[in-house]
């Protein structure tokens, strides 16, 4: 059994897949399937695309005229309205033309003004959608699947790698992580979680033997003006960040579930963004604002050193 | 900390059966031809109890006993394409009822064919498949040659699935020619050479009711036409045309604790002969671990008699038939199936019984002397190309 290694960049970050495989044209095929399938999506949903499906949507905005949509994406919309509602309407997929006011490399804060011109565009409640068509209904109005498809790629990737019989892999797109571990003789895939303030430190380490991990930090972008620190999560309601945890990472049968969960997490104030991941019945790590780890999984941060060399032997063959 | 096992949250249970809608959850996104070749062989025996002596008269009391060897070959052809070559040999040996007399104190006896007949069966089976992106089509090419009798069919079938992908239409259509010409042995038969033909039409739907369960529904329509009397039973003159219906419906629920599904199934079955049934079958598919399932099953069959069935006939009548096998009765099927992965190797192990009374079943009737109990045990070895 050969151990295969692929590395590309697609949803706007570097993607990694490994896997393990006894037969070299298989796997050949196997990278090129995964790829392709990441690429598939990423064509579809990224608003960068003039061509995607997204964009599509973005321009029919106010026109009148609704977009058919295929089933795979009446789902990924339904299952962002769970979000909406699950998150008390923290999670919007319009709320992304906040970004034309919030620009986080400028070290400027926006106006209160800009926001106000904004928040009338934003409100998921607003969309009118069913199974077959989609239809924004005021000019400007944005939506961005950018929350949930990176954590859907990562599992359609694993189903293709499992439904190809490859019975270990580790689909990882850019944190978002998914993993096939069938079989008796498959040994579980040990990986890191991310230090929210040094990124190449491990806080915890996770065996993974099915299922999907997600994170989502508040810590990769963010604005400090006058001793204040400005997060890029924003709340959709006010348009200025909300003051929460700083990292949440969630273990579950899918990255998708993982990272909905995650992120609904990060979109709460802290204390009840806490009571909310101990309620929802999944492994997790939260670290807050003052860097302190809560959660089921906090506790294997302990024995860090130990367990990253079981990491290494685990991910390097 | 978090709460484990069945005490989920609702958030947790509205995000995954949401996100559980996506296609890459839903198994095959597009029907698919199988990723590897598979070839089998398989070995089963059924074996008839002996006919109570207290319900016979003379003649042997040995009841058939089939012995039968299949081999099975499934290869993906093309992208979009598979075959199926399906081979069976079957030997039989043993006596079958030929009438039913009175005994001195009034009972109906049975009366078996006297010397043991030998017949043996070759069954060649062909299929090719096509498989598009909502769903895929068959021929079926069916050859079956016995001592006695012939037959040749061939069969349609396709599949749809609705663009939600939780939905699945299917159809089908058969139609087969059959040739009779008894062996010519101690019994007298009812015809030198016969034939007839068979032609049948099935719709179903399927649904995906949820991440657990399905439910499904089937509606089938069989005409037979031509030489429908048994060649080898004395008392036997049936119509030369036989329209037969079935509803049949049926529930899959998997079941996470156990690690188990649930399959229970039911059919209807009506006829212009006034033969009805109702089949309840009932099996627990338990899987230990990844590579064993076992699976015990249970079916309950009960049939009413046909219009011109009865233990002693009228051979004044214009159709009047003896054969158990129109009778009204009930019977009671229970096995135990193992299946255990092994590598590329798949075992399969299964046994059953299978009894019949008369008063066990839900028809008025006149208990047949003739029902028969058995045993079939079967083994099987199957190889995955991988």
Same mark, same amino acid.
């Given at each position: 059994m050969a151990g295969f290694e692929h590395c590309f960049k697609a949803m706007g970050g570097p993607c990694r897949l490994r896997f393990d495989c006894a037969d070299e044209a298989l796997a050949q095929r196997a990278l090129e399937a995964v790829e392709a399938e990441v690429l598939r999506l990423e064509h579809k949903y990224s608003r960068y695309r003039a061509d995607s499906l997204t964009s599509q949507i973005n321009r029919a905005a106010g026109t009148g005229a609704a977009v058919a949509i295929d089933q795979e994406t009446a789902a990924l919309l339904g299952f962002a309205e769970t979000l909406w509602e699950q998150s008390g309407g923290m999670f919007d997929l319009t709320a992304g033309i906040l970004r034309r006011a919030w620009d986080f490399k400028s070290g400027q804060l926006p106006t209160q003004t800009r926001i106000d011109e904004l928040l009338p565009l934003i409100g998921w409640q607003r969309v009118q959608w069913d199974q077959h068509s989609i239809h924004?209904? +005021? @000019?400007g109005m944005e939506i961005d699947f950018g929350g949930c498809v990176k954590e859907y790629a990562s599992d359609s990737a694993a189903t293709l790698l499992a439904g190809l019989g490859i019975e270990r892999a580790l689909v990882d797109l850019a944190g978002d992580m998914a993993v096939v571990a069938e079989g008796a003789a498959a040994r579980p895939w040990t990986v890191g979680i991310r230090h929210p303030?040094?990124?190449?430190?491990?806080i915890a380490w996770v065996q993974l033997t099915r299922g999907g991990l997600a994170s989502s930090g508040d810590y990769a972008r963010c604005l400090l003006v006058e001793g204040r620190r400005y997060g890029h999560i924003l709340n959709p309601a006010s348009g200025w960040p909300v003051q929460g945890l700083s990292a949440v990472s969630v273990l579950a049968p899918q990255c998708l579930v993982a990272g909905g969960s995650a992120t609904i997490a990060l979109l709460k104030p802290e204390a009840e963004a806490l009571q909310w991941l101990g309620e929802l019945g999944l492994p997790w790590l939260a670290v807050d604002s003052q860097l302190v780890c809560h959660g089921s999984l906090a506790d294997t941060s302990a024995n860090m050193s130990a367990r990253h060399s079981i990491s290494q032997e685990g991910n390097t063959e | 900390m978090s709460r484990r096992g069945s005490d989920k949250s609702s958030a947790l249970l509205a995000l995954t059966s949401s996100a559980l +809608? +996506?296609?890459?959850?839903?198994?095959? @996104?597009a029907d698919a031809p199988p990723e590897f070749m598979e070839a089998g062989m398989r070995y089963s025996k059924y074996e008839e109890d002996n006919t109570q002596g207290k319900k016979t008269?003379? %003649?042997?009391?040995q009841r058939y006993d089939i012995d039968a060897a299949q081999f099975h070959l499934l290869a993906p052809v093309a992208d979009n394409w598979a075959f199926a070559l399906d081979v069976q040999w079957e030997d039989m040996s043993g006596a079958s009822p030929w009438f039913v007399g009175e005994s001195a104190s009034g009972e109906p006896k049975v009366i078996m064919s006297g010397a043991s007949i030998e017949d043996t069966r070759t069954e060649v089976s062909v299929t090719t498949r096509y498989y598009y992106d909502r769903g895929n089509a068959g021929v079926n090419y069916v050859r079956s040659d016995e001592d006695d009798y012939d037959s040749n069919a061939l069969a349609l079938d396709g599949a749809f699935n609705s663009s939600d992908g939780l939905t699945t239409y299917g159809g089908a259509l058969s139609f087969s020619a059959d040739d009779i010409e008894p062996t010519q042995g101690s019994v007298p038969t009812n015809t030198l050479k016969n034939d007839k033909d068979i032609s049948s039409a099935w719709i179903g739907v399927s649904r995906i009711i949820s991440t657990r369960s399905l439910l499904r529904f089937g509606l089938s329509f069989t005409y037979r036409d031509g030489f429908l009397t048994d060649p080898y039973k004395l008392n036997d003159n049936r119509p030369d045309e036989r329209k037969e219906w079935t509803i049949s419906t049926g529930y899959r629920h998997f079941f996470d604790a156990p690690n188990a599904a649930l399959h229970a199934d039911y059919r209807y079955f009506d006829d212009d002969w006034g033969v009805g049934s109702h089949t309840l079958d009932l099996a627990w598919y338990q899987?230990? %671990?990844?590579?064993t399932q076992l699976i015990p099953y249970a079916r309950y069959y009960s049939q009413g008699q046909a219009? $011109? $069935? %009865?233990?002693?006939?009228? +051979?004044?009548? @214009?159709y009047y038939s003896q054969d158990y096998r129109l009778s009204s009765f009930g019977a009671i099927t229970v096995g135990l199936r193992l299946r255990q992965e092994l590598g590329n190797w798949v075992v399969n192990l299964s046994g059953e019984r299978y009894r019949t009374d008369e008063s066990w079943g839900v028809y008025n009737g006149d208990e047949s002397p003739a029902l028969v109990d058995y045993w079939r045990y079967s083994f099987g070895l199957d190889y995955i190309f991988r």
């Open positions: 924004l209904p +005021l @000019r303030s040094q990124p190449e430190q491990a | +809608l +996506l296609p890459a959850y839903q198994g095959a @996104r008269f003379g %003649g042997s009391s899987n230990l %671990g990844d590579l219009d $011109f $069935f %009865g233990n002693l006939v009228d +051979l004044s009548d @214009r």
